[in-house]
């Protein structure tokens, strides 16, 4: 049943988390307020802003609860659980529970597929028809009709959002849009195959000439499905074997097995979004036989788990004395990727962000929202979990939490809560 939405209360709330975020981060360059924890390199009262922060948002009806984590320089400093796991509100959110992750799926898939990279088993100028024949008549919509493409499709556009895929919900094109949910590209309802999709995908026209314009998009899905075919395995074992596996993320699959759905988080039944987003995040079963794994939005996963994967990343692609990735291929993905295209990532990064590869990545210091360092790198999910990583202040930041339609301002405030407790 369609929810109706109430426009002013939520215009409100979003209100009131602007100003929560504006006053923390005023309050953060008062650190003489307390004591200061030097071997951390954050205030000790910097850091306690949180709980409270998190508590009034449950208050406002924001989230039931949420789980907030910061490591720097490889050491966890601040890792809790605020409120409660249900939207019932009966059960107290724990260190250990269970978030849908959506789109921070994307930098965990798309890191991935640079290991194969590295491997020599792919490479960024191949044309995704070498693995994907289902897609070697696309053409590309304009105003005068269909054209052909300008150049051949490339690994790296379902990288970085460049290949011309939508999603069927933001982009422009009521045509693109109608083709998209007709032939069920995003499987939003209803279960579909990987051959099907991409059968069915191969008769849609994308909506921008490959390498021209950054549109946020299906594109690591089928990012997901090229892997498949590279390695000849599904995407899940081929990401447990590369990455969960080895960085022990004993938790993040892209389903919740029976014995684990009580760990599950939720978004409040009020949240204007829930019902519609819903039916999409089927995940209390094992998708493999019945629907493709999505590469961009599929994963689900706890705190720990994640920042794993998050460190690793800011260690320059090795944690725990396992290397993962290069230096120097770490320092390619957290690049600019998308230079003179057109496209911006405000959406989910804020401005003064360009794209790298499964990263939106800081140009300069003072081009956000919130305060960073140039090249600190983030993505964040639709169900409003949010991470990044800052490699000059060695600092990964990771908030889970279950409120779609708050998202962006609460990525924001929490930023804004870590980066006003640090002190060196």
Request: glycine share 10%.
């Amino acid at each position: 049943m369609k929810q109706t939405i109430n426009h002013s209360t939520l215009f409100e709330k979003r209100e009131s988390l602007k100003r929560m975020s504006l006053g923390m981060l005023g309050f953060g360059s008062l650190i003489n307020s307390g004591p200061l924890l030097a071997e951390t390199g954050f205030s000790t009262q910097g850091l306690k802003r949180i709980a409270p922060s998190m508590k009034l948002q449950i208050e406002q009806g924001i989230f039931p609860g949420a789980v907030s984590l910061v490591a720097h320089k490889g050491k966890t400093v601040h890792f809790e659980a605020h409120g409660f796991q249900d939207a019932a509100k009966t059960l107290p959110m724990n260190k250990q529970s269970i978030f849908r992750l959506a789109s921070m799926t994307k930098p965990i898939v798309t890191t991935a597929a640079m290991i194969l990279v590295e491997q020599g088993k792919l490479k960024l100028n191949d044309p995704l028809v070498k693995w994907l024949p289902e897609l070697k008549n696309l053409k590309v919509e304009t105003a005068q009709g269909d054209v052909d493409l300008a150049r051949p499709l490339w690994v790296h556009d379902v990288m970085r959002h460049t290949a011309g895929f939508v999603y069927s919900g933001s982009t422009k094109s009521e045509r693109i849009r109608k083709m998209y949910n007709d032939l069920n590209i995003e499987s939003r309802e209803v279960d579909i195959t990987a051959d099907e999709m991409l059968r069915n995908l191969g008769k849609i026209p994308l909506a921008h000439q490959p390498g021209t314009f950054w549109e946020y998009s299906i594109a690591v899905d089928v990012l997901g499905l090229l892997i498949e075919r590279v390695e000849n395995k599904p995407l899940d074992e081929v990401v447990q074997s590369l990455l969960l596996g080895p960085l022990n993320m004993a938790d993040t699959a892209w389903w919740v097995p029976p014995e684990k759905l009580s760990r599950l988080a939720e978004c409040l039944d009020n949240d204007p979004l829930k019902a519609e987003m819903l039916p999409s995040y089927r995940q209390t079963y094992n998708p493999r036989g019945k629907s493709y794994f999505k590469g961009g939005a599929g994963l689900v996963g706890t705190a720990q788990d994640y920042l794993q994967y998050a460190q690793m990343m800011a260690n320059g692609g090795q944690l725990k004395g396992r290397r993962f990735l290069s230096p120097k291929t770490v320092e390619f993905m957290l690049s600019q990727h998308t230079v003179g295209m057109g496209g911006s990532t405000i959406g989910t990064t804020g401005p003064g962000y360009g794209f790298g590869i499964g990263f939106g990545v800081r140009l300069d210091e003072g081009m956000g929202w919130t305060a960073g360092s140039k090249g600190d790198a983030m993505w964040a999910g639709a169900w409003g979990t949010s991470f990044w990583i800052d490699p000059k202040m060695q600092l990964v930041g990771i908030l889970m939490a279950q409120a779609p339609s708050y998202r962006v301002q609460n990525r924001m405030l929490y930023k804004n809560l870590v980066y006003g407790a640090m002190i060196s």
